[in-house]
C-alpha cells in the first residue's frame, strides 16, 4: 500500500500544480505617507518627537518606522496658499533629500476633491469639457515638468483624488454610466505625466473599497472608453469601508481583473475618541476588534498592511499621520488660520508632538 501512495503522489505531482495560495503574498515596496499638511506644521513651529521622546525631524521620523513615499496634495489655487504647485515644488525637494518617492495627488481644485465634492477650480470654472482637457493636461505637464526640472521628477501621480463619480463636475461627472467625458480628462492627465516623464506611474484613485460592484463599475467604464493607468488605487477607513476581508476580496479581484498593480492610496484609525480643538473630529467611532489607543491604532494599521499584503497589493500609505492639532493649520483652505484640525485623533503623533510607538510600516 505504502508503495502504490507513494507512486500515486509521485504521479499526482507530475501532472497537478503545487497546491499554492492563489497569491504568494510579496512586500509592500511602496511604504507611504500622506504628509500634505506637514509643511505648514512646521512653518508654524510644530515639533515632533520620536518613541524615546527625542526631537527630530518629522520625515526622518517617519523614515525610521518604515516609510519610503511621500504622498503630496496640490490644489490649484487654495486660498490657504498652502499645497499649491510653489510650495508642493519646495517641499517636494525637502521630501527627495531624505531620500524618499513621491506621489503627488492632483485634485484639480481649489479645495478638498472627494466622493462628495468635485469643484472645478475658480480659474476654470466656466470651461467646457474641450477646455477642461487642455487644462488638465497644461497644468499636470506644467507640475509635473516644474518638479522634474529642479530634481525631483515625481515617481507617481494621481489624476484626481476619490474619482467615485468623475471629477471636475458637472462636465467630468458620470451620468446614466457615461464615461465618456471622465475618459477625455484620464486621458488627458495620463498623457501629461508621459510626456513629462514615461518613468512616473500614473494611479486612478476611488475611495470604492467597500463595494466590489461599484468598482467594476467604474474601473470597467474607464477601461471600455480606452483610458490608461499603471496602478489602480483605492482608499479604506474601516469605520467607512467595511472589514478587512471583504478588502482582500476587492484587492485580489481588481489586480486580477485589470491586471495592474494595486496600491491603498489612503487609510488611517484614530487613537482616541478626544478631540483636541474647537473642530468636530472626522472621526469619532472605531472598528470592531481595536480600541480607539495608541495599541488599537498600531494594531488596525498592521491589519490593513497585513490585508493588502495577502491579497497582492504593493503599497499603503496613512493619510496624515502628522497633523496634529496646531493652532493655525486648519481643515478649511478658505480659512486654515480660523479653523480647527478635525484629524488630530487620527495622526500617529499625539497632541504634543509624541509618534505612536506602536505604529509601524511593514514591507
Known amino acids: ?28 515596496s511602496m511604504l507611504g505617507a500622506d504628509v500634505s499638511t506637514l509643511q505648514r506644521a512646521l512653518d508654524l513651529g510644530a515639533r515632533y518627537y520620536d518613541a524615546n521622546g527625542n526631537q527630530r525631524d518629522p520625515l526622518d521620523i517617519l523614515k525610521s518606522v518604515g516609510v519610503n513615499y511621500v504622498r503630496l496634495r496640490v490644489w490649484n489655487s487654495p486660498r490657504s496658499g498652502y499645497n499649491n504647485k510653489s510650495k508642493v515644488l519646495a517641499f517636494a525637494r525637502t521630501v527627495k533629500a531624505k531620500g524618499l518617492k513621491l506621489l503627488v495627488d492632483f485634485h484639480y481644485s481649489d479645495t478638498w476633491a472627494d466622493p462628495g465634492k468635485q469643484y472645478k477650480p475658480a480659474e ?8 477642461l482637457q487642455s487644462d488638465v493636461y497644461n497644468y499636470t505637464y ?31 461627472k458620470v ?35 467597500d463595494n466590489l460592484t461599484a468598482a467594476r463599475w467604474f474601473y470597467d467604464g474607464i477601461r471600455a472608453k480606452g483610458v490608461p493607468w499603471d496602478i489602480t488605487a483605492l482608499s479604506y477607513y474601516c469605520m467607512w469601508h467595511g472589514t478587512l476581508s471583504n478588502l482582500s476580496g476587492v484587492i485580489s479581484d481588481l489586480r486580477s481583473r485589470y491586471g495592474k ?13 478626544g478631540n483636541a480643538d474647537s473642530t468636530p473630529n472626522a472621526v469619532t467611532t472605531g472598528c470592531s476588534g481595536y480600541g480607539l489607543t495608541w495599541q ?14 495577502n491579497a497582492g497589493a504593493i503599497g499603503v500609505f496613512y493619510w496624515e499621520p502628522t497633523w496634529y492639532a496646531v493652532p493655525g493649520n486648519g481643515w478649511d483652505p478658505a480659512d486654515i488660520n480660523g479653523s480647527g484640525d478635525g484629524w488630530d485623533n487620527m495622526a500617529i503623533f499625539n497632541w504634543t508632538g509624541q509618534i505612536n510607538p506602536n505604529v509601524r510600516w511593514i514591507p
Request: one cysteine or more.
Open 296 to 309: 488599537g491604532q498600531g494594531s488596525q494599521f498592521a491589519a490593513v498592511q497585513n490585508t493588502a499584503r
Open 142 to 172: 506644467d507640475v509635473c515638468n516644474s518638479l522634474k526640472a529642479q530634481g525631483t521628477t515625481p515617481d507617481s501621480v494621481q489624476i484626481g483624488n476619490e474619482i467615485n463619480t468623475g471629477m471636475l463636475w458637472n462636465d467630468g
Open 175 to 209: 451620468v446614466n454610466s457615461d464615461f465618456t467625458n471622465l475618459s477625455l480628462l484620464l486621458k488627458a492627465g495620463y498623457n501629461a505625466t508621459k510626456a513629462c516623464n514615461s518613468g512616473t506611474q500614473v494611479m486612478i484613485h476611488t475611495a470604492l473599497a
Open 124 to 131: 476654470w470654472s466656466s470651461h467646457g469639457i474641450g477646455q
Open 261 to 273: 498593480p494595486l496600491v491603498i492610496a489612503e487609510t488611517a484609525y484614530p487613537f482616541t475618541a
Open 1 to 28: 500500500m505504502k508503495k502504490i501512495l507513494a507512486a500515486l503522489t509521485v504521479l499526482a505531482a507530475a501532472v497537478l500544480p503545487a497546491a499554492t495560495p492563489a497569491h504568494a503574498a510579496t512586500p509592500l
